[in-house]
């Protein structure tokens, strides 16, 4: 049978499957195309890792620079040669400083900072474990190089457990003494037995603490528990030595009575006999009345004149023999009518009182007048020469308990006289504080040991020095315009980085020697407590002792500060290591309208002064002069300007008039009154202003918040520099060149210089509307004015540079140290950290006239805030909240119905 070929052409099915097998090839084909596509991906992927592992380049398109190093931090970073720890301990709990809203910028940093140099090793704390063991490691650093402070503590331990038994030896012997003894009556023996028991209890107290102290988890504070413990050996020693010596000048009283008895007795007795030599030209009670009681009285009066003389005689030789210093506080020497001197020195004024009396009897012209009275003053007499004899008695008293020593006494006595009395307790005691005060100050560890301990620092260690930047410093507070309007309230305080420079900052002073040194200038004469009711204190508006967070602020910016009291030296101390110097010139003192005393040398401020500091500024050494708004004088109740004792300095030789008689204030526009202006509280005394220009010192400082107390404007004067002493510039010299830092912008309405500050805080006080006095003479002054200047120019061929900071106050310890308090408009306050950020303006000044302004931080990215005007923003509104949407809707809605179709 023949089999009829099947014709495939025809059959539809066939064209299906090549189809098919096509789309199975096609398949296979792109799955393995992406398998080689996933497998050259990983590759690339990892080689990339590994080319990165050791190479990084990095492009940055962020134009505003916020999150990059600046040039200024990156340069101090390529001069670091030796290795680097850097640590963020960033553990804090507190709502407004949670590590996840700022370890994340600080961690970016420290990432591009190690990626900036091999040598830097970053590492990041984020739990209290880690934490822990960041301590420990400190720990150990620091126990190694306090080795000294250590043994200095671990020997007070051994010392004290030897010596409170001593102590309690001592006290158990004062208290088995005699209430009959002699030393009774000076109450030795209580006070001794209370010296010795505070002495054994200061030894354990101090001891406790201190084991306390080592216990703690985090650093102990060696050189802060070095000084407790000195202290409490400077007590015990103190009041050993106290006992030692009390005894020895006690043992030497009995012989100084015995040897001043008859003087004594002597003058007693020259008392009692005038007395009677003047009772007798009265005569007796008994007696009839003279014949003649005018010559009686005018006798009487001579006599009982002799007896003030006698009293007053007593009573110097009684004080004379009090002299030894213990005999007052011996019970005879006080009676219930008081101490004896002051017993003899009133029958003395009685009878002065006496004299005068019979005086203005015998001057009346009446006999009768005369012999009636007499009787009285013989009565008087009795009572006088009663007196006399009772002070007599207890002088005798006095010497009798003096002199009778009892056997107890004398072998105290005895024991006190010889060399080594109480040694046995002084000696290792004073071995001790000697060895303490050797141990030294730790300032290596000085700043890790006072800041550990706060929340979200980052730790720096360079070698065996270390340092901590503080969180304040690593995220200061913003200016005010971006943390918002004054109403408003925000739940925690914005903040801008400035990570950057602080730590860079810090690294700098840690590895390197100091930039320059800053002469801390000023004219001071404080005498000793002891003389200061008698000598005045010449101290200028600002007391250089108020400076102690710009001294730490300036060292650690890696500044060396060294001071010069013009009152007593004629220049400023010469620079170690050959180092730049800059003047930091604080107020002068006004000088006195009072003349000294005869033979009272006071110094006083004067031209003179001016002088000195001229004469450096010429040599070539910059200066920065702090100023500010200086309360009126009043003479014959007339108001003067305030004194500065550089103005005149200022205004001549660089053209700088220093306005210290206006104050700057901040006021608020009246929103229902144009033109009128309140004044919020808080800006009388922390006043605003970050308008900063782009001078070097402050461009960096824009967005940072200033607050600023009692400044004053700063105005360009007319005509050229010169000095009637000699340091006019030559004509081929340059005039002033004078450059704006710090100013009050002709925009800002709301600021301008109060010229009368009594009527401007009465206005204040009523709550009457504010508004600048616009008189052309005696007014306000209305901006634009400056509130911080540079000022150059050659002087003999050097250039001399000076910055003026008119707002002196700011930068003292009372004002860096005090909340910032704001009242909003509700009624409510808002508090915020102190302004610390005000030394930023100091330092930039400094690092500017040194020739360092390299090392001036770029400062945070400020984003200026838009203001429009209400009608344009309702316009705005409309245009982008209303319209500009319509549109797109409408477009939008046009185009689905055109696709439907």
């Given at each position: 049978?023949?089999?009829?070929k099947?014709?495939?052409d ?11 097998r ?15 596509a ?6 690339l992927l990892?080689?990339?890792n ?7 380049y ?21 001069q ?9 301990i ?21 990432a591009?900072i ?7 090793i970053?590492?990041n704390?984020?739990s ?12 150990k ?9 250590r ?5 007070f ?17 004062w ?33 406790m603490e ?5 216990a ?15 202290e ?10 106290n006992?030692?010596?009390g ?10 009575a ?14 009692i ?9 009265l005569?007796?009670?008994d ?8 010559a ?10 002799a ?17 030894n ?7 005879s020497?006080?009676t ?16 002065t009182?006496m ?16 012999k ?7 009565d ?15 002088v ?5 308990d003096l ?15 010889k ?5 046995a ?7 001790l ?14 700043e ?9 620092v ?5 070698g065996?020095?270390t340092?901590v930047?503080?969180f304040?410093?690593?995220?200061p507070?913003a200016?005010r315009?971006e943390m918002g ?8 305080p914005?903040?801008v ?10 690294i ?21 407590q ?13 007391y ?9 602020r ?12 013009i009152?007593?030296?004629d ?15 604080l ?7 009072m003349?000294?005393m ?10 003179d002064?001016?002088?000195k ?8 050494t ?27 300095y ?14 700057v204030?901040?006021a608020?526009?009246?929103?229902l ?9 808080h ?5 605003r202003?970050?308008?900063f ?21 700063i ?14 510039p ?24 109060i010229?009368?500050?009594e009527?401007?805080?009465?206005k204040?006080?009523?709550r009457?509307?504010?508004e600048?006095d616009r008189k052309?003479i ?15 120019r050659k ?16 930068f ?15 009624g409510?306050?808002d508090?915020?950290p ?7 303006l100091?330092?930039?000044?400094v ?5 360092k ?9 400020i984003?200026?805030?838009v ?12 245009l982008f ?12 809605g046009?185009v ?5 179709r």
């Open positions: 049978m023949a089999v009829k099947k014709n495939t025809s059959d539809p099915s066939g064209p299906k499957k090549t189809r098919e096509d789309i199975r090839s096609s398949r296979r084909a792109a799955g393995v195309s992406v398998a080689i996933i497998v050259a991906a990983t590759a990892i080689v990339i590994v080319i990165s592992d050791k190479k990084n990095r492009c940055d398109v962020e134009t505003l620079g916020r999150y990059r190093l600046s040039d200024a931090a990156a340069r101090i970073l390529d670091m040669d030796q290795p680097i720890r850097l640590t963020s960033y553990t804090s709990t507190e709502s407004d400083r949670k590590p996840q809203d700022y370890l994340p910028r600080v961690r970016d940093l420290m591009e190690a990626r900036r140099k091999d040598n830097i970053v590492v704390v984020t209290d474990r880690e934490k822990a063991e960041v301590h420990a490691r400190l720990r650093n620091l126990d190694e190089a306090a080795s000294g402070h043994k200095v503590i671990m020997d331990q051994i010392l004290a457990g030897i010596q409170g038994p001593q102590f309690e030896q001592l006290t158990r012997q208290q088995a003494y005699s209430s009959k003894g002699w030393l009774v009556q000076f109450a030795m023996p209580k006070l001794a037995e209370a010296a010795m028991t505070a002495g054994r209890d200061d030894l354990r107290t101090t001891s201190l084991r306390q102290k080592l703690d988890a985090s650093l102990p504070d060696y050189p802060g528990m070095v000084r407790h413990l000195s409490t050996l400077k007590k015990l020693r103190d009041s050993l030595e006992l030692s010596v005894l020895r000048q006690l043992a030497s009283l009995p012989k100084e015995s040897k001043s008895r008859p003087e004594l007795i002597e003058a007693a007795d020259k008392v006999v005038a007395i009677s030599r003047a009772s007798e030209k005569g007796k009670k007696t009839p009345v003279p014949a003649d009681p005018s009686a009285l005018k006798e009487f009066i001579t006599s009982v004149r007896v003030t003389g006698s009293a007053e005689s007593a009573a110097r030789r009684l004080e004379k023999f009090a002299g210093g213990f005999a007052p506080y011996a019970r020497w006080r219930v009518r008081g101490t004896l001197p002051d017993r003899y020195r009133r029958l003395a004024y009685i009878a009182g004299a005068e009396q019979a005086r203005g009897i015998q001057l009346a012209a009446k006999v009768e007048f005369q009636k009275h007499i009787p009285q003053i013989r008087g007499m009795l009572k006088f020469d009663a007196e006399a004899r009772r002070i007599r008695s207890a005798e008293k006095l010497l009798k002199t009778d020593l009892d056997e107890p006494t004398k072998e105290i006595f005895a024991q006190a006289g060399d080594d009395y109480l040694q307790i002084l000696k290792p005691l004073n071995d504080l000697a060895r303490a005060a050797g141990a030294g100050p730790l300032d290596e560890q000085k890790l040991i006072q800041k550990i301990k706060q929340d979200n980052v730790l720096v260690e360079i065996s020095r340092g930047v503080g304040d410093e690593v995220w507070l200016s315009p309007r004054i109403g408003d309230k925000a739940k925690k914005k903040r980085f400035y990570g950057d420079m602080a730590i860079c900052t810090r700098l002073s840690l590895a390197s020697d100091p930039f320059a040194e800053v002469v801390l200038t000023y004219f001071e004469q404080i005498p000793p002891y003389l200061q009711r008698r000598q005045p204190t010449i101290v200028g508006s600002i250089s002792g108020w400076l102690q967070t710009v001294r730490e300036l060292e650690r910016a890696n500044l060396k500060i060294s001071e010069w009291n009152a007593k030296q220049s400023p101390p010469k620079p170690t290591d050959n180092i730049r110097q800059v003047l930091l010139i107020p002068p003192p006004e000088p006195s309208p003349p000294p005869p033979g009272m040398k006071i110094p006083q401020w004067s031209p002064e001016v002088e500091v001229r004469k450096v500024i010429a040599g070539g910059p200066a920065v002069f702090l100023a500010g708004y200086v309360f009126p004088r009043y003479t014959r109740g007339i108001p003067l300007p305030g004194y500065y004792g550089f103005s005149e200022l205004r001549i030789d660089w053209k700088l008039d220093v306005k210290t008689s206006l104050r204030i901040q608020k526009a009246d929103p009154n144009p033109g009128e202006f309140k004044l919020p509280i800006t009388w005394r922390h006043m202003l970050s308008t220009t782009d001078h070097p010192v402050g461009r960096p400082l824009k967005a940072r918040r200033m607050y600023l107390f009692n400044a004053c404007p105005v360009k004067a007319s005509g050229k520099a010169g000095s009637p002493t000699g340091t006019a030559a004509r081929n010299e340059p005039n002033v060149e004078v450059k704006d830092i710090l100013i009050v912008p002709k925009h800002r309405n709301e600021m301008w210089a010229s009368d500050i009527a401007f805080i009465i204040v006080k009523k009457k509307p504010l600048p052309e005696g007014g306000d002054l209305l901006g634009p004015f400056a509130v911080a200047v540079e000022a150059s002087i003999k061929g050097k250039q001399a540079r000076i910055i003026v900071l008119a707002a002196a106050d700011s003292t310890d009372y004002y860096l140290q005090d909340t910032v308090m704001l009242f909003r408009e509700d409510t306050i508090p915020e102190p302004p610390t950020g005000n030394v930023d100091l330092i930039n000044s690092y500017h006239l040194i020739g302004g390299e090392y001036i931080g770029a400062g945070p990215a984003i200026e805030p203001e429009i005007a209400p009608k344009t923003m309702v316009v705005v509104k409309i909240g209303l319209a500009w949407p319509g549109l797109m809707f409408a477009i939008g046009a689905v119905l055109l696709r439907k």
